[in-house]
C-alpha cells in the first residue's frame, strides 16, 4: 500500500499522532491534491531541499481538512514559538 507522506521532524510527528498538534505550518504550498490518507513520518532532521531524505519512523495517519495560511491566533494549536506573517 503506498500513501502520500509528509516528513515531520521529532518531536512534532509524535505531537500530531498523540492529538497535541492539530496545525502543521509550511513556507510552501502543498499540493492541491491532498485528499484522503496522509502518512505522517518523524525523522530527526530537517529536510530542505526536495529530494533530500533521512530515515524516519511512521507516526500517524491523518485527513487533511484545510490548507489555508498560518494566523497567529494558530501557535498554540501547531506548537509552535511564534508567527510570521506569510507562511
Request: proline share 8%.
Amino acid at each position: 500500500m503506498t500513501h502520500k507522506t509528509l516528513s515531520i521532524v521529532h518531536p512534532n510527528g509524535t505531537r500530531i499522532a498523540n492529538g497535541e498538534k492539530t496545525i502543521e505550518v509550511r513556507r510552501w504550498l502543498p499540493p492541491t491534491d491532498l485528499t484522503g490518507d496522509l502518512l505522517i513520518v518523524e525523522n530527526k532532521n530537517f529536510l530542505f531541499n526536495e529530494g533530500e531524505t533521512d530515515i524516519g519512523t511512521p507516526v500517524a495517519l491523518v485527513k487533511i481538512k484545510s490548507v489555508r495560511p498560518f494566523e497567529e491566533k494558530d501557535i498554540p494549536a501547531a506548537c509552535a514559538s511564534r508567527w510570521e506573517p506569510g507562511y
